[in-house]
């Protein structure tokens, strides 16, 4: 009942752009922080951004910083990433997760994640 769906992956050549979209069904996307995480084959996930509760306060890791922009559309209980200038190391499963009100530096803190979407860039 309560989930998290992420869409927008696909296949971008390098320097392209994506919008990844994370839709919440059974709660209100509102009250929660939305975090965003990646993990290629052979690596383990990290986290690339995370937006705030309410107005959303963001922050992200400095390999995405200045090309990707995370934001909410609460009125639609979405949160997007955009993704621009993607480059050979961007490529992973990307799945959002929601943790209450304020972001995490703890990926243990996250109740709910999303299933993942591919994003793939080719050369």
């Known amino acids: 009942q309560l ?17 990844l979209s994370c839709a919440a069904s059974g709660f209100t996307l509102d009250l929660y922080a939305i975090g965003w995480f990646r993990q290629a084959p052979g690596k383990e996930r990290e986290g690339v951004s995370c937006i705030s509760s309410g107005v959303g306060s963001t922050n992200y890791a400095d390999s995405v910083k200045g090309r990707f922009i995370i934001s909410r559309d609460n009125a639609k209980n979405t ?45």
């Open 3 to 19: 989930q998290l769906v992420e869409s927008g992956g696909g296949l971008v050549q390098p320097g392209g752009s994506l919008r």
């Open 79 to 123: 949160v997007y990433l955009q993704m621009n200038s993607l480059k050979p190391e961007d490529p992973a499963v990307y799945s959002c997760a929601a943790v209450a009100f304020r972001c995490s530096p703890r990926r243990t803190s996250y109740a709910y994640w999303g299933q993942g979407t591919q994003v793939t860039v080719s050369s």
